[in-house]
């Protein structure tokens, strides 16, 4: 009877995983070939060197970040303001007005609206949170699910504000 042994599943995945370890270190390996230059900068033609991707074996320089356009954070705090006084009278009537009802006190409340708006004006992201000592949870939440979207002058950057609103 002869016996045949078997490879291991372990030992197979072991053996396999250092063969295409060899591959992949000798498929990558590189070497200049002969009608190549020594010098890959001298051969390139003379243009900008940011507008040219680096060769292989060179490295690139390193850029300077891009600063993105930025709006004035006072002007947009004031578009933001008057969009939302735009929808002050629906806030009042619909979400101020049932909650001073129901209990008078306090007479005022303060919520902050933050908003980000894209380059062209229109809303990307709004924020509301309420006055920890003025702050009336049911208005919040009424005046967030009923608050149409910003939009503010476009401005061509990005933007953000956070502005007080008190009600009444």
């Known amino acids: 009877m ?10 197979a995945i072991l053996i396999s995983g250092a063969l295409i370890a060899m591959a992949v270190f000798f498929g990558l390996r590189s070497r200049p070939s002969q009608d ?3 010098n890959p900068a001298a051969s390139r033609p003379s243009i900008a060197p940011a507008a040219l991707p680096p060769q292989p074996g060179e ?5 300077a970040p891009s600063q993105p356009a930025q709006a004035s954070p006072d002007l947009v705090a004031a578009q933001l303001t008057k969009a939302l006084e735009a929808q002050r009278k629906t806030i009042v009537e619909r979400c101020w007005a049932p909650s001073f009802a129901k209990q008078p006190t306090p007479a ?11 380059a062209n004006g229109q809303q990307v992201i709004r924020g509301i949170r309420e006055d920890r000592d003025t702050g009336r949870a049911d208005v919040r939440q009424c005046v967030s699910e009923i608050l149409a979207p910003l ?10 504000a956070e502005v007080e609103l008190t009600l009444p």
């Open 2 to 11: 002869t016996t045949q042994r078997a490879l291991s599943t372990p030992t």
């Open 36 to 38: 190549s230059p020594q």
């Open 59 to 63: 490295i690139a320089p390193p850029r």
């Open 108 to 118: 005022t409340t303060k919520i902050f609206v933050n908003a980000s708006f894209d």
């Open 151 to 160: 939009q503010i002058p476009p401005s061509g950057a990005n933007a953000f």
